[in-house]
C-alpha cells in the first residue's frame, strides 16, 4: 500500500525557515517523480514544486521560486521541501504528491504551515 | 507558463441534473488534463486523466471531454454524495497548474 506521510508544519515568523518531509513507502520511491501541492485555508489548490526521480532536475512555481527548494533522498525515500523567507501567504496545508500520467495518484493526508508573528 | 482558466466558480444543481464543468487551457497541453474532486477536510481524489479516462473506481456518471484546449468534465446525474469542489490541473510539463476550482452543491 503506497503511503506519503508529511511532517514538520508548525508556526512560523514571517521570513523564518522551515523544512518539511514526506517519508514514502509501498513503492519504488527512487522511479517516480515527486510534487508539492500546497491549499492555503479556505482556498483552491495551488502547485508548489517538482522533483525528477534521480532528483536531477526541479521546477518550483513562481510564487516559491527562489525561496523553496524540493530536494529528495532516494536513500531514504523521502522528499523535502526547504522553505525560507516564508510569507504569510504561505500559510497552508502542504501536500506531497505521487502522481504519474497513468493515473498512478496518492497524496498525503498534508501538513499545516502557518505563518505569522 | 500555460494558464488554465476554469469556469463556474461555483454551481448550483438539483439532483439528477446534467452538470458542466468546463477548463480552458492557454495554449496545448495534448490532453494531459486531469479532474479532481475535493469534499471538505478530504484530500483531492482523482476522477480523470488523460482529459477522458475514468480513474479505477469512479462512477461512470462522471466523464470527461476535450475539444482544442478547452475541457469538460460531465456529470451525467447528479447525486447528493457529488457535493465538492473540483479541479481541473495540466500535466504536460511543470508547472502543473490547477484551476481555481468549482465548488457545486445542491439546489
Known amino acids: 500500500e503506497v503511503q506519503l506521510v508529511e511532517s514538520g508544519g508548525t508556526l512560523v515568523q514571517p521570513g523564518g525557515s522551515l523544512r518539511l518531509s514526506c517519508s514514502a513507502s509501498?513503492?519504488?520511491?527512487?522511479?517516480?517523480?515527486m510534487h508539492w501541492v500546497r491549499q492555503a485555508p479556505g482556498k483552491g489548490l495551488e502547485y508548489v514544486s517538482t522533483i525528477s526521480n534521480d532528483g536531477g532536475s526541479t521546477y518550483h512555481g513562481d510564487s516559491v521560486k527562489g525561496r523553496f527548494t524540493i530536494s529528495r533522498d532516494n536513500s531514504k525515500n523521502t522528499l523535502y521541501l526547504q522553505m525560507s523567507s516564508l510569507r504569510a501567504e504561505d500559510t497552508a496545508v502542504y501536500y506531497c504528491?505521487?502522481?504519474?500520467?497513468?493515473?498512478?495518484?496518492?497524496w498525503g493526508r498534508g501538513t499545516l504551515v502557518t505563518v505569522s508573528s | 507558463d500555460i494558464q488554465m482558466t476554469q469556469s463556474p466558480s461555483s454551481l448550483s444543481a438539483s439532483v439528477g441534473d446534467r452538470v458542466t464543468i468546463t477548463c480552458r487551457a492557454s495554449?496545448?497541453?495534448?490532453?494531459?488534463l486531469a479532474w479532481y474532486q475535493q469534499k471538505p477536510g478530504k484530500v483531492p481524489k482523482l476522477l480523470i486523466y488523460?482529459?477522458?479516462t475514468l480513474q479505477s473506481g469512479v462512477p461512470s456518471r462522471f466523464s470527461g471531454s476535450a475539444s482544442g484546449t478547452t475541457y469538460t468534465l460531465t456529470i451525467s446525474s447528479l447525486q447528493p454524495e457529488d457535493v465538492a469542489t473540483y479541479y481541473c490541473?495540466?500535466?504536460?510539463?511543470?508547472?502543473?497548474?490547477f484551476g481555481q476550482g468549482t465548488k457545486l452543491d445542491i439546489k
Open positions: 509501498g513503492f519504488t520511491f527512487s522511479s517516480y517523480i
Open positions: 504528491v505521487l502522481s504519474h500520467s497513468s493515473g498512478v495518484d496518492y
Open positions: 488523460a482529459a477522458s
Open positions: 495554449q496545448g497541453i495534448s490532453d494531459y
Open positions: 490541473q495540466k500535466y504536460d510539463a511543470a508547472p502543473r497548474t
